[in-house]
Each structure stands twice: as C-alpha cells, then as structure tokens.
C-alpha cells in the first residue's frame, strides 16, 4: 500500500515530468553558479568599502544608497544566473 506522499508525487511526475541533465548541462550550470558567486563577491567587496567609507565620513544618505545598490546588484546578478541556467536546461 503507497503513502500518501508516494501518491502524490506520483501524480506531480505526471503532471510535470522531471528533467534529467547530462553531464555537460551539469557542468555549465556549475560554471555558471560560480561566475555568478564571484560577481556578486566583487560587487560586495566594492561596495562595502564604499559604505565603511560613507560611514566614516557621516554621510548616512550614502550609505543608504550603497545598501540598495548592492541588494539591486545581487537581485540583477542572480536573475542573470537564472535565466542563464534556464536556457542551459532547455538545451
């Protein structure tokens, strides 16, 4: 007799298929994953810098703005990676 669990996901399977990804698809997107970590480290490490400098001179405004411009950086590198490893899949 099937769990409940066993069940369902028998019912998702058929609803939507799982992708297996060849070696070389595996591979691109492992690739992809760590372009994108060391982007998002260089946007943090400049921009860090930047809000330690805005700190120590008081200028809070900056600082603020530095905040968001990080979190945009990383929101648009981690899109980027995304769509990347979606295109990948698809291939």
Do not use: W
């Amino acid at each position: 007799m099937k769990s409940a669990y066993e069940l369902a996901m028998e019912r998702l399977e058929k609803q939507a298929p799982s992708q297996t990804l060849t070696a070389k698809q595996k591979a691109a997107i492992a690739d992809l994953e760590a372009t994108a970590k060391a982007k998002i480290a260089e946007h943090e490490l400049f921009l860090k810098g930047q809000i330690e400098k805005a700190l120590a001179a008081g200028k809070y405004e900056d600082v603020l703005q530095h905040e968001q411009q990080l979190a945009h950086e990383i929101r648009r590198v981690n899109e980027d990676c995304e769509a990347k490893k979606e295109k990948v899949r698809a291939s």
